[in-house]
Protein backbone atom coordinates (compact mmCIF):
# COMPACT_ATOMS: atom_id res chain seq x y z
CA UNK A 1 0.00 0.00 0.00
CA UNK A 2 1.64 3.20 -0.96
CA UNK A 3 2.67 5.63 1.65
CA UNK A 4 1.31 9.04 1.78
CA UNK A 5 3.20 11.90 3.49
CA UNK A 6 2.17 15.30 4.15
CA UNK A 7 4.14 18.16 2.57
CA UNK A 8 6.46 19.98 4.18
CA UNK A 9 5.58 23.38 5.93
CA UNK A 10 8.34 25.67 3.23
CA UNK A 11 6.98 23.81 0.72
CA UNK A 12 3.44 24.60 1.22
CA UNK A 13 3.82 28.47 2.10
CA UNK A 14 6.11 28.41 -1.39
CA UNK A 15 2.65 27.05 -2.89
CA UNK A 16 0.56 29.54 -1.41
CA UNK A 17 2.58 32.24 -2.26
CA UNK A 18 2.53 31.45 -6.19
CA UNK A 19 -0.92 31.02 -6.12
CA UNK A 20 -1.55 34.40 -4.57
CA UNK A 21 0.98 36.18 -7.60
CA UNK A 22 -1.29 34.71 -10.09
CA UNK A 23 -4.96 35.76 -8.70
CA UNK A 24 -3.24 38.83 -8.15
CA UNK A 25 -2.25 38.68 -12.01
CA UNK A 26 -5.48 37.79 -13.27
CA UNK A 27 -7.43 40.68 -11.23
CA UNK A 28 -5.09 43.20 -12.59
CA UNK A 29 -5.09 42.17 -16.05
CA UNK A 30 -9.54 42.09 -15.95
CA UNK A 31 -9.12 45.50 -14.05
CA UNK A 32 -6.95 46.42 -17.59
CA UNK A 33 -9.29 45.31 -19.71
CA UNK A 34 -12.58 46.18 -18.33
CA UNK A 35 -12.62 49.67 -19.87
CA UNK A 36 -13.79 52.82 -17.86
CA UNK A 37 -15.63 52.15 -14.88
CA UNK A 38 -18.21 54.45 -13.01
CA UNK A 39 -17.47 56.54 -10.53
CA UNK A 40 -16.54 55.47 -6.95
CA UNK A 41 -19.73 56.34 -4.77
CA UNK A 42 -17.23 57.28 -1.96
CA UNK A 43 -18.77 58.75 1.35
CA UNK A 44 -15.46 61.05 0.81
CA UNK A 45 -17.53 63.36 -1.40
CA UNK A 46 -17.01 67.01 -1.07
CA UNK A 47 -19.84 69.06 0.34
CA UNK A 48 -20.00 72.37 1.35
CA UNK A 49 -23.14 71.07 3.42
CA UNK A 50 -21.59 68.69 4.69
CA UNK A 51 -19.68 68.79 8.16
CA UNK A 52 -18.85 65.42 9.01
CA UNK A 53 -17.75 62.70 6.60
CA UNK A 54 -18.65 59.38 6.98
CA UNK A 55 -15.55 56.64 6.61
CA UNK A 56 -17.08 53.32 5.29
CA UNK A 57 -16.00 50.10 7.18
CA UNK A 58 -15.27 50.83 10.43
CA UNK A 59 -19.00 53.23 12.02
CA UNK A 60 -16.68 56.15 12.83
CA UNK A 61 -16.65 60.10 11.95
CA UNK A 62 -14.45 62.47 11.51
CA UNK A 63 -14.00 65.82 11.94
CA UNK A 64 -13.19 67.91 8.60
CA UNK A 65 -11.18 70.47 10.81
CA UNK A 66 -8.87 67.06 10.96
CA UNK A 67 -8.48 66.68 6.88
CA UNK A 68 -5.64 68.58 5.37
CA UNK A 69 -7.07 71.66 3.32
CA UNK A 70 -7.61 71.56 -0.30
CA UNK A 71 -5.86 74.50 -2.67
CA UNK A 72 -6.50 73.88 -6.51
CA UNK A 73 -3.43 74.43 -8.50
CA UNK A 74 -4.56 76.75 -11.50
CA UNK A 75 -1.32 76.87 -12.62
CA UNK A 76 -1.21 76.00 -16.49
CA UNK A 77 -4.84 76.28 -17.40
CA UNK A 78 -4.40 79.60 -19.45
CA UNK A 79 -4.72 83.08 -19.06
CA UNK A 80 -8.66 84.32 -18.05
CA UNK A 81 -9.87 86.81 -19.87
CA UNK A 82 -11.17 89.97 -17.06
CA UNK A 83 -14.71 91.15 -17.65
CA UNK A 84 -14.75 94.77 -18.86
CA UNK A 85 -18.44 95.99 -19.20
CA UNK A 86 -16.54 99.14 -21.02
CA UNK A 87 -16.26 99.47 -24.45
CA UNK A 88 -13.88 101.95 -25.93
CA UNK A 89 -15.14 103.24 -29.24
CA UNK A 90 -11.79 104.96 -31.41
CA UNK A 91 -12.41 108.83 -32.31
CA UNK A 92 -13.49 109.32 -36.09
CA UNK A 93 -11.03 111.46 -37.96
CA UNK A 94 -12.30 114.40 -38.59
CA UNK A 95 -12.76 116.05 -42.42
CA UNK A 96 -14.16 118.88 -42.51
CA UNK A 97 -12.63 122.80 -41.47
CA UNK A 98 -14.45 123.93 -38.53
CA UNK A 99 -14.03 127.55 -37.04
CA UNK A 100 -12.55 129.09 -33.73
CA UNK A 101 -12.92 132.02 -32.07
CA UNK A 102 -9.50 132.91 -30.48
CA UNK A 103 -9.84 133.91 -26.90
CA UNK A 104 -7.92 136.08 -25.15
CA UNK A 105 -4.21 134.58 -23.71
CA UNK A 106 -3.96 132.23 -26.56
CA UNK A 107 -1.31 131.63 -28.84
CA UNK A 108 -1.04 129.57 -32.22
CA UNK A 109 0.80 126.93 -30.52
CA UNK A 110 -1.94 126.78 -28.07
CA UNK A 111 -4.50 126.11 -30.40
CA UNK A 112 -2.75 123.93 -32.34
CA UNK A 113 -2.33 121.67 -29.34
CA UNK A 114 -5.45 121.70 -28.25
CA UNK A 115 -6.76 120.51 -32.14
CA UNK A 116 -4.02 118.01 -32.05
CA UNK A 117 -2.05 119.68 -35.38
CA UNK A 118 0.96 121.42 -35.75
CA UNK A 119 1.18 125.31 -35.50
CA UNK A 120 1.89 125.98 -38.99
CA UNK A 121 -1.10 124.28 -40.18
CA UNK A 122 -2.92 126.94 -38.17
CA UNK A 123 -1.03 129.53 -39.52
CA UNK A 124 -0.84 127.95 -43.44
CA UNK A 125 -4.75 127.68 -43.05
CA UNK A 126 -5.05 131.12 -42.32
CA UNK A 127 -2.41 132.49 -44.05
CA UNK A 128 -4.23 135.67 -45.64
CA UNK A 129 -6.04 136.78 -42.70
CA UNK A 130 -3.11 136.92 -40.48
CA UNK A 131 -0.41 138.11 -42.79
CA UNK A 132 1.82 135.01 -42.61
CA UNK A 133 2.12 136.36 -39.20
CA UNK A 134 2.03 134.14 -36.24
CA UNK A 135 2.08 137.59 -34.13
CA UNK A 136 -1.63 138.89 -35.86
CA UNK A 137 -3.61 136.31 -34.02
CA UNK A 138 -5.72 138.71 -32.08
CA UNK A 139 -8.74 137.92 -29.44
CA UNK A 140 -12.22 137.77 -31.54
CA UNK A 141 -10.48 136.89 -34.36
CA UNK A 142 -12.24 133.65 -36.16
CA UNK A 143 -9.77 130.98 -37.96
CA UNK A 144 -9.95 128.17 -40.01
CA UNK A 145 -8.84 124.68 -38.14
CA UNK A 146 -7.76 122.44 -40.64
CA UNK A 147 -8.86 118.59 -39.79
CA UNK A 148 -5.06 117.39 -40.63
CA UNK A 149 -1.70 118.56 -40.75
CA UNK A 150 -1.41 120.49 -44.32
CA UNK A 151 -1.92 123.51 -46.13
CA UNK A 152 -5.76 124.61 -46.43
CA UNK A 153 -5.73 126.41 -50.09
CA UNK A 154 -8.54 128.82 -51.13
CA UNK A 155 -9.16 127.46 -54.78
CA UNK A 156 -9.08 129.85 -57.51
CA UNK A 157 -9.64 130.40 -60.86
CA UNK A 158 -6.97 128.48 -63.14
CA UNK A 159 -5.76 126.30 -60.55
CA UNK A 160 -5.65 122.69 -61.26
CA UNK A 161 -4.27 119.85 -59.03
CA UNK A 162 -1.25 119.95 -60.31
CA UNK A 163 -0.23 123.35 -60.30
CA UNK A 164 -1.54 123.36 -56.81
CA UNK A 165 0.49 120.43 -55.93
CA UNK A 166 3.52 121.79 -56.96
CA UNK A 167 3.58 125.00 -55.45
CA UNK A 168 2.81 123.46 -51.82
CA UNK A 169 5.62 120.86 -52.63
CA UNK A 170 3.39 117.66 -52.43
CA UNK A 171 1.74 115.42 -54.91
CA UNK A 172 -1.29 115.85 -56.58
CA UNK A 173 -2.81 112.72 -55.96
CA UNK A 174 -2.77 113.37 -51.86
CA UNK A 175 -5.19 116.11 -52.52
CA UNK A 176 -7.28 113.72 -54.69
CA UNK A 177 -7.14 111.27 -51.96
CA UNK A 178 -7.75 113.28 -48.94
CA UNK A 179 -11.87 112.26 -48.65
CA UNK A 180 -12.78 115.72 -47.27
CA UNK A 181 -12.15 117.31 -50.63
CA UNK A 182 -15.13 115.06 -51.79
CA UNK A 183 -13.09 114.74 -55.60
CA UNK A 184 -14.62 111.94 -57.08
CA UNK A 185 -12.29 109.36 -58.54
CA UNK A 186 -11.45 109.72 -61.76
CA UNK A 187 -11.84 113.34 -61.76
CA UNK A 188 -9.74 115.25 -64.22
CA UNK A 189 -5.88 116.76 -62.78
CA UNK A 190 -6.15 119.48 -65.01
CA UNK A 191 -9.65 120.22 -65.30
CA UNK A 192 -11.30 119.27 -61.50
CA UNK A 193 -14.21 120.83 -61.85
CA UNK A 194 -13.86 122.85 -57.95
CA UNK A 195 -15.73 126.19 -57.72
CA UNK A 196 -12.87 129.25 -56.81
CA UNK A 197 -13.46 130.05 -53.07
CA UNK A 198 -13.42 126.24 -51.94
CA UNK A 199 -11.31 125.59 -49.34
CA UNK A 200 -9.15 122.43 -50.38
CA UNK A 201 -7.03 120.45 -47.67
CA UNK A 202 -3.50 119.86 -49.53
CA UNK A 203 -2.75 117.17 -46.94
CA UNK A 204 1.21 117.16 -46.18
CA UNK A 205 1.13 120.56 -47.96
CA UNK A 206 4.23 123.38 -46.96
CA UNK A 207 4.80 127.03 -47.35
CA UNK A 208 7.48 129.22 -47.77
CA UNK A 209 7.63 132.22 -44.94
CA UNK A 210 6.60 135.39 -46.59
CA UNK A 211 8.72 137.28 -48.77
CA UNK A 212 9.45 140.20 -46.68
CA UNK A 213 11.08 138.18 -44.23
CA UNK A 214 13.48 136.24 -47.00
CA UNK A 215 15.00 140.21 -47.89
CA UNK A 216 19.32 139.85 -46.70
CA UNK A 217 20.01 143.43 -45.38
CA UNK A 218 23.52 143.56 -45.72
CA UNK A 219 25.85 146.38 -45.55
CA UNK A 220 26.37 145.96 -48.92
CA UNK A 221 22.99 146.75 -49.81
CA UNK A 222 20.61 147.68 -47.22
CA UNK A 223 18.36 149.39 -49.71
CA UNK A 224 16.90 146.02 -50.73
CA UNK A 225 14.80 146.21 -46.71
CA UNK A 226 13.13 149.59 -48.48
CA UNK A 227 10.22 147.25 -48.84
CA UNK A 228 9.87 146.41 -45.01
CA UNK A 229 9.01 150.51 -43.97
CA UNK A 230 10.72 153.39 -43.02
CA UNK A 231 13.47 152.62 -41.28
CA UNK A 232 15.15 151.14 -44.30
CA UNK A 233 18.97 152.82 -44.69
CA UNK A 234 19.90 153.64 -48.05
CA UNK A 235 24.09 153.75 -48.09
CA UNK A 236 26.71 151.68 -48.65
CA UNK A 237 28.01 151.15 -45.05
CA UNK A 238 31.85 149.58 -43.92
CA UNK A 239 32.76 148.90 -40.16
CA UNK A 240 33.49 146.38 -37.52
CA UNK A 241 33.28 142.49 -38.61
CA UNK A 242 32.45 139.97 -35.69
CA UNK A 243 34.00 136.90 -34.64
CA UNK A 244 30.88 134.92 -34.64
CA UNK A 245 30.46 134.11 -30.75
CA UNK A 246 27.34 135.34 -30.18
CA UNK A 247 26.21 137.19 -26.78
CA UNK A 248 22.36 136.88 -25.36
CA UNK A 249 20.66 140.51 -26.92
CA UNK A 250 18.73 140.57 -23.48
CA UNK A 251 19.90 139.99 -19.49
CA UNK A 252 17.35 137.56 -19.34
CA UNK A 253 17.51 134.33 -21.16
CA UNK A 254 14.11 132.51 -21.11
CA UNK A 255 12.04 131.89 -24.21
CA UNK A 256 8.68 133.42 -23.61
CA UNK A 257 5.76 132.94 -26.46
CA UNK A 258 6.89 131.79 -29.32
CA UNK A 259 10.47 129.15 -29.91
CA UNK A 260 11.88 128.59 -32.88
CA UNK A 261 9.63 126.51 -35.46
CA UNK A 262 10.78 126.38 -38.70
CA UNK A 263 8.53 127.78 -41.80
CA UNK A 264 6.47 129.01 -39.12
CA UNK A 265 8.23 131.47 -36.27
CA UNK A 266 12.06 131.26 -37.44
CA UNK A 267 13.15 133.27 -34.59
CA UNK A 268 12.69 133.85 -30.54
CA UNK A 269 10.89 135.46 -27.99
CA UNK A 270 13.03 136.05 -25.42
CA UNK A 271 10.79 137.73 -22.46
CA UNK A 272 11.38 140.84 -20.21
CA UNK A 273 9.64 143.65 -19.26
CA UNK A 274 9.18 147.28 -21.29
CA UNK A 275 12.67 149.29 -21.06
CA UNK A 276 15.05 146.60 -20.44
CA UNK A 277 18.16 146.77 -22.34
CA UNK A 278 18.56 145.66 -25.58
CA UNK A 279 22.64 144.38 -26.20
CA UNK A 280 24.12 144.16 -29.55
CA UNK A 281 25.30 140.29 -30.44
CA UNK A 282 28.13 140.80 -32.04
CA UNK A 283 30.60 143.52 -33.87
CA UNK A 284 28.62 145.39 -36.55
CA UNK A 285 27.11 147.98 -38.64
CA UNK A 286 23.33 148.77 -38.35
CA UNK A 287 21.90 148.52 -41.81
CA UNK A 288 18.53 148.84 -40.39
CA UNK A 289 16.63 151.11 -37.63
CA UNK A 290 12.99 152.20 -37.59
CA UNK A 291 9.84 151.45 -38.20
CA UNK A 292 8.90 148.24 -40.25
CA UNK A 293 5.25 147.82 -41.74
CA UNK A 294 4.50 143.65 -41.21
CA UNK A 295 4.12 143.78 -37.82
CA UNK A 296 7.43 143.99 -36.34
CA UNK A 297 7.43 147.46 -34.84
CA UNK A 298 10.49 149.19 -34.10
CA UNK A 299 13.47 147.33 -35.65
CA UNK A 300 17.24 147.36 -35.73
CA UNK A 301 18.91 144.80 -37.95
CA UNK A 302 23.02 145.04 -37.42
CA UNK A 303 25.23 143.32 -40.54
CA UNK A 304 28.24 141.72 -38.74
CA UNK A 305 30.33 141.26 -42.21
CA UNK A 306 31.12 137.41 -41.56
CA UNK A 307 27.64 136.46 -43.60
CA UNK A 308 25.29 136.98 -40.58
CA UNK A 309 22.85 139.42 -39.46
CA UNK A 310 20.82 140.12 -36.64
CA UNK A 311 17.30 141.61 -36.24
CA UNK A 312 15.82 143.06 -33.42
CA UNK A 313 12.06 143.75 -32.95
CA UNK A 314 9.35 144.78 -30.96
CA UNK A 315 11.60 147.63 -29.47
CA UNK A 316 10.60 150.22 -27.04
CA UNK A 317 13.27 153.25 -28.19
CA UNK A 318 16.27 152.80 -30.37
CA UNK A 319 19.30 154.10 -29.63
CA UNK A 320 21.61 153.61 -33.13
CA UNK A 321 21.11 154.90 -36.70
CA UNK A 322 21.97 153.41 -39.81
CA UNK A 323 25.46 152.90 -40.57
CA UNK A 324 26.54 153.02 -36.82
CA UNK A 325 29.39 150.86 -35.90
CA UNK A 326 28.28 148.95 -32.83
CA UNK A 327 30.02 146.51 -30.74
CA UNK A 328 29.04 142.97 -28.60
CA UNK A 329 27.12 144.36 -25.23
CA UNK A 330 26.95 147.56 -26.84
CA UNK A 331 22.94 148.98 -25.49
CA UNK A 332 21.40 149.59 -28.91
CA UNK A 333 17.73 150.25 -27.80
CA UNK A 334 15.32 148.63 -25.15
CA UNK A 335 12.18 146.18 -24.99
CA UNK A 336 8.72 147.27 -25.79
CA UNK A 337 5.62 145.91 -27.39
CA UNK A 338 5.22 147.66 -30.57
CA UNK A 339 3.75 146.20 -33.98
CA UNK A 340 2.00 142.76 -33.14
CA UNK A 341 2.95 141.87 -29.93
CA UNK A 342 0.54 140.55 -26.98
CA UNK A 343 3.07 141.60 -24.19
CA UNK A 344 6.44 143.25 -23.82
CA UNK A 345 9.68 140.80 -25.64
CA UNK A 346 12.28 141.05 -28.05
CA UNK A 347 12.04 138.96 -31.19
CA UNK A 348 15.21 137.65 -31.91
CA UNK A 349 16.34 136.16 -35.70
CA UNK A 350 19.96 135.45 -37.01
CA UNK A 351 20.42 135.37 -40.68
CA UNK A 352 23.05 133.56 -42.09
CA UNK A 353 23.94 133.86 -45.61
CA UNK A 354 24.34 130.01 -46.18
CA UNK A 355 21.62 128.71 -44.00
CA UNK A 356 19.35 131.27 -43.75
CA UNK A 357 17.38 131.75 -40.40
CA UNK A 358 19.05 129.60 -38.29
CA UNK A 359 17.53 129.02 -34.55
CA UNK A 360 19.11 131.21 -32.11
CA UNK A 361 19.40 129.29 -29.13
CA UNK A 362 21.84 127.26 -31.22
CA UNK A 363 24.39 130.18 -31.87
CA UNK A 364 23.90 131.40 -27.98
CA UNK A 365 25.95 130.93 -25.04
Known sequence: MPRFSLPHRKSLASTTTLIGCSLFVVIALTACTAGPTAEPTSSLVESESTEVLSVEG??????????PTFERDIR???????????TIFPD???????????????????????????PESVLWGNWEAMDGDPHTIQPGQELNIPPIDGVLHEWKEGDNLFSVADFFRTDAEEILDW????????????????????????????RDPPSWQMVSITRSNPAAASILGPGYCGSLYSGPIGDGFFGWPTPS??????????????????????GVS???ADDGVVVYSGWNNYGYGYVIVID?????????????????????????????????????????????EMRSDIWGRVNPISYLP
Open 253 to 274: QWVSGYAYVAGLHEAVDIGGGI
Open 92 to 118: RPRLQVISYLVQRGDTLFGIADNFGIK
Open 304 to 348: HGNGWQTLYAHLNTINVGCGQAVFQGNTIGTMGVTGNSSGPHLHF
Open 76 to 86: GQGLQRAVDLH
Open 58 to 67: DGESLDPALL
Open 278 to 280: IYA
Open 179 to 206: PGNNISYGTSFEEPGIEPGTLVMVPEGK
